[in-house]
């Protein structure tokens, strides 16, 4: 073997030492195969196997065959220094659902799950089957680490003009086995003539298919194994995902403690450098979803368009600085909530205070700490999620769970001012209980309660868009707003909300009106909102016109046209 072709590192087993185990394996695992086919003959031959069923076994078993003289003819390829790389247009998601096939009757794959994510649509320029050499190693390496019940996780991501190939287990990797893992001969799982795996994936990712194979396996799992290809083509930039997850084998077990990647945190990084952005995705991708920008007017677009949980900002970029970045958030009511985190060689007190004031939350400092970059990364998340929680709960009514008094003021003037610029009409549905203090007075507080929230919720159920809102607007009075709705719809929600509490049936033996629950509604409705007047007179309209409701002898709606 030519030393050029050696990686760092290796020297674990001589050439001739390696040749032979990889021969014992190729030999074995290829008497498996064939006594399969002999198997699924004979099943045949004795009617224990339907024909298509055999057919789809012997697809299986074909499709291992040629995986492992493929496997065998590219290390032959490998060793005497003539492996060709026949590059062209390939599709990710073929070369997944290759490695899919390869795994589905794969005896290492037996009680396990391999989970594939296919990624954004699109060819690159590769040679498919060095790729999926490369993959079925790395997959294989997987499963043989993971337990019965567990998952196995491929997908597939398009970032900065670079093609990623991810592959994950849940479980960590002992210290000693990661230090060695990518030699020639190290064995990761303790059986005898393996260890070739990891080699070779390294070797025909980064010296053949021009790439990088990397891994990432922190105490306590997941361990991430990577393969990134260059690809021009792609122009850069973060593009979406298909969601389209394939699943194979059973229902993950209860000790598969691998969150799904895309079910992550995503984090935006912001930062005119490739170097810090491929840094802290190769740090931070482990644990959550990273999107990256290279300037400030594409981070602000990129925070528009996915809403990230966080932003790390550089605070030297190119036209727009990060202060500048960081205000236009912050005056943005649909970007102020995201917390930055910025990344800073940090100059002294004014720049400290510069980003204070622009509205960032904390400093990364440059160069960058591994371990302080997690830990602040961690920590602003955590903080986030309380915030988020205490701001829903904060807008919601702690009885009834819908929309509390301060949503409803909140609510109500946003949509008055929409609906004043686009000339929509606006509408309002109030309502009241009759007799409720009879109710509570005869029942206890205790029902009391219980009958506004089925109150509650027949006001939530008469909603038919997703822009209406139903309120709790104080004691046993609701309210519904209903954006661009004329009177006509507003009638068709009040009727809904009577017909709703009618069947509802709730008995009311203290009311003078019904034996039931009801309500008196009012409804009002401003065709056209306009300057000068405001949501307060079209409340003063609705609230006259439940009082007009009640006078007039309750359990009615005041205010149709
Ligand atoms: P009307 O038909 O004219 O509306 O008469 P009413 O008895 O419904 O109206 P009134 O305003 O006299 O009484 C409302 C009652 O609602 C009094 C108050 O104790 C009760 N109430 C307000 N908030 C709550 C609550 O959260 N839980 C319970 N159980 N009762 C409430
Ligand atoms: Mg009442």
């Known amino acids: 073997m030519a030393e050029s072709r050696t990686p760092p590192g290796e020297g674990a087993m001589t050439s001739q030492a390696c040749r032979e185990a990889l021969e014992q394996v190729f030999f074995h695992d290829l008497l498996n195969l064939v006594e399969g086919l002999d198997g699924i003959a004979w099943r045949l031959l004795a009617a224990r196997a339907t024909p298509e069923a055999a057919a789809g076994q012997l697809r ?92 196995v996780r491929l997908w597939h991501e398009w970032r900065e003009g670079r093609r990623g190939f991810l592959v994950e287990n849940a479980r960590g990797m002992a210290p000693a086995v990661a230090a060695r893992i990518f030699e020639r001969g190290a064995d990761p799982g303790g059986r005898p003539g393996r260890g070739l795996g990891t080699y070779s994936a390294r070797l025909l990712g980064e010296r053949y298919l021009g790439g990088e194979v990397g891994f990432s396996s922190p105490p306590g799992g997941p361990t991430r194994f990577f393969l990134w290809l260059p690809d021009p083509a792609s122009g850069g930039g973060a593009q979406a995902g298909r969601e389209e997850t394939v699943l194979m084998g059973p229902e993950p077990g209860p000790g598969d403690g691998c969150a799904p990647p895309y079910e992550a945190d995503t984090l935006l990084v912001i930062d005119d450098s490739g170097t810090v952005r491929r840094l802290l995705g190769n740090i931070l991708d482990r644990q959550y979803r990273v999107l990256t920008a290279a300037s400030g007017e594409e981070g602000l677009a990129m925070a528009l368009e996915h809403a990230p949980d966080l932003i790390l900002l550089d605070v030297m970029l190119p036209g727009m600085d990060g202060f500048a970045v960081c205000t236009r958030l912050k005056a943005d009511s649909r970007t102020r909530e995201i917390p930055v985190l910025f990344l800073t060689v940090l100059s002294g007190e004014g720049d400290e205070m510069r980003a204070l004031e622009a509205g960032g939350i904390d400093f990364i400092p440059k160069p960058i700490s591994h371990a302080v970059l997690c830990a602040r990364v961690r920590n602003q998340l955590a903080l986030k999620r309380t915030q988020d929680r205490l701001r829903t709960l904060s807008l919601l009514d702690g009885l009834t769970g819908i929309a509390n008094r301060r949503r409803f003021d909140q609510y109500l003037e946003m949509e008055w001012q929409r609906c004043t610029r686009s000339g929509h009409p606006l509408s309002v549905v109030m309502g009241d209980v009759d007799f409720f203090k009879a109710y509570n007075d005869g029942y206890g507080h205790g029902q009391g309660d219980e009958c506004l929230r089925r109150v509650a919720h027949i006001f939530s159920l008469a909603l038919r868009r997703p822009a209406d809102l139903a309120a709790r607007y104080g004691g046993e009075e609701f309210v519904c707003i209903l954006p661009e709705t004329d009177a006509d719809g507003a009638r068709i929600v009040a009727e809904q909300i009577m017909v709703g509490l009618a069947r509802l049936g709730l008995p009311h033996a203290f009311s003078s009106v019904a034996g039931q629950v009801t309500v008196s509604v009012g409804v009002a409705t401003d065709l056209r909102p306009s300057v000068g007047r405001t949501a307060r007179h079209l409340m003063e309209e609705v609230d006259s016109r439940l009082y007009e409701a009640k006078r007039t002898g309750r359990n009615r709606i005041v205010g149709l046209t």
């Open 60 to 151: 299986d078993l074909a499709c291992r065959l040629v995986d492992e003289i493929q496997n065998q003819r590219i290390l032959l390829g490998v060793d005497a220094g003539g492996l060709g790389v026949d590059r062209r247009e390939v599709e990710p998601s073929t070369v997944l659902e290759t490695v899919r096939a390869i795994f589905a009757q794969h005896q290492v794959a037996e009680g396990r799950r391999l989970e594939l994510r296919q990624g954004p649509a699109g060819s690159l320029a590769t040679d498919p089957v060095l790729l999926t050499r490369v993959l079925v190693n790395l997959v294989k390496n997987a499963f043989e680490a993971t337990p019965e019940g567990g998952t």
